[in-house]
């Protein structure tokens, strides 16, 4: 019986693992997913459709919902982002510089908060490129040259392709997310009214009211289930036939009318 049960065993677990996936990622309908070719001029990027985000960062702005895929393979920089939402710093800053077909950036949270925010290191060359919807970490400018290694807080979105960022004067930005919901949203921030001093800051507040991480959750896909039900019903099925066989075969040896040699035996004994 035991022999049975463990070669069941293996073979529901071999059909599971050969169906469709025992675990996928739901559709263009989940926030962790990148949608195609076709719809991403509107509202993402060029990523592939078959991307998929472990962590997202939902900025809740007084003009709409951004959602921000983050890469894994940018561990310091995506690091840094998710741990400043965790702790809530993003919530109640603004978007301060805004230049139409260029960029939308906020997160100053020193300036804001007067919270410190330490530097960290530039993952370079950048392992994603500066394309519409990317988001990056801004660095420190002095005297009009870009500071290596001085990212803090304060990041951007892209609203057009500025591949050229990607190794700008040498040094380039480190691209750690991507726009996968409400890059309309993006746009329409883009055209708010700005100063004319040279600030390009936004005449009426753009403010992040909310920045939320999220870790995707698995879907297990239909196949799997239904394979895991069958393999599951089999297997009660075998457990309960051997245990009416072993009952059966137990009254055949207790009852001397359906076993004559039994009979027989005991009466040898007494």
Known sequence: MKKSVVLLTILVMSLSALSSGLIRYAGAANPFFVPSVSQVRA??????????????????????????????????TTNNFKNLTSLGLY????????????????????????????????????????????????????????QPNSATSQFYINVADNTYLDTYQGNGFSVFGQVTQGMN????????????????????????????????????SLPAYATLFIGTTL???IVQTRRRNRRAHLRDVRTPKSNPMFCLRCLARR
């Open 91 to 146: 919530d109640g800053t603004i978007f301060h510089r805004v230049v139409q077909d260029f960029v939308i950036q906020g997160g100053d949270i020193q300036d804001e908060k007067g919270i410190v925010i330490p530097p960290i290191p530039d993952e370079l060359p950048t392992k994603h490129s500066n394309v519409r919807g990317s988001v990056a970490m801004a660095k420190e400018s002095l005297n009009s040259e870009i």
């Open 185 to 220: 949203v993006v746009d329409n921030i883009s055209n708010v009214t700005v100063t004319t001093d040279g600030t390009d800051r936004p005449i009426q507040n753009v403010t992040i009211l909310k920045a939320t991480l999220s870790k995707a959750v698995p879907e297990y």
């Open 235 to 237: 297997l009660l099925a």
């Open 43 to 76: 509202d993402a990027s060029f990523v592939s459709a078959s991307t998929t985000f472990n962590y997202t960062v939902t900025l809740d702005t007084s003009m709409g919902t951004i959602v921000i895929g983050l890469y894994d393979d940018m561990p310091i």
